[in-house]
């Protein structure tokens, strides 16, 4: 019922295989030097995280901050995959990333409210990625992007869908703004 669960008990090489259905529940992780923002899933060693049945089915889902930004320490960002050696080459796909969001801090902790990847070489294909927020790359920050939907994300400063990422290819940006 935790995707966090899976990934704790699984092994560098191993491939997680999610059911359908909604996971919002946060791990008690951060992404180690990057700040402690609450987040749905963190990745923290070279692994594949797949949903079993593709983006229409299977949903991570983090929370805005009661603040009027939508932005503050009660938000819940979706995916955070960890620094160094270990999460290189981790791969997440087929997955849907809605209502994530970060703190305002001027700190790492700020960027990415749907994913957050460290590790330059780590890889989202096939996901949908909307409505999340943060001060920078409001739908994901870092890392590789393949084949993915970037719509509705929010950044207070720069990058409303994407900030600082290593690559887009085959995806689609709509409807996201600087506030």
Request: charged share 20%; hydrophobic share 35%.
């Amino acid at each position: 019922t935790k995707i966090q669960d899976a990934v704790d008990l699984c092994s560098a090489g191993d491939t997680v295989i999610v059911d359908d259905g909604e996971y919002s529940e946060t791990t008690d992780y951060n992404i180690s030097g990057y700040g402690d923002v609450p987040t749905v899933v963190v990745i923290k060693k070279r692994i594949h995280l797949v949903s079993r049945n593709g983006k229409e089915k299977t949903h991570i889902v983090g929370k805005w901050s009661a603040t009027d930004s939508g932005l503050g320490a009660d938000a819940i960002r979706c995916v955070g995959i960890g620094c160094g050696p270990h999460s290189v080459n981790t791969v997440i796909k087929g997955f849907t990333l809605r209502g994530g969001a970060t703190v305002v801090a001027g700190e790492r902790s700020e960027w990415g409210g749907g994913i957050y990847g460290v590790a330059d070489t780590c890889a989202a294909v096939d996901c949908i990625v909307e409505n999340c927020r943060a001060g920078r790359g409001g739908g994901v920050c870092r890392g590789i992007y393949v084949r993915c939907l970037m719509r509705g994300n929010d950044a207070a400063g720069v990058g409303m869908d994407a900030y600082d990422a290593d690559g887009y290819y085959g995806c689609v940006f709509t409807s996201g703004s600087v506030f």
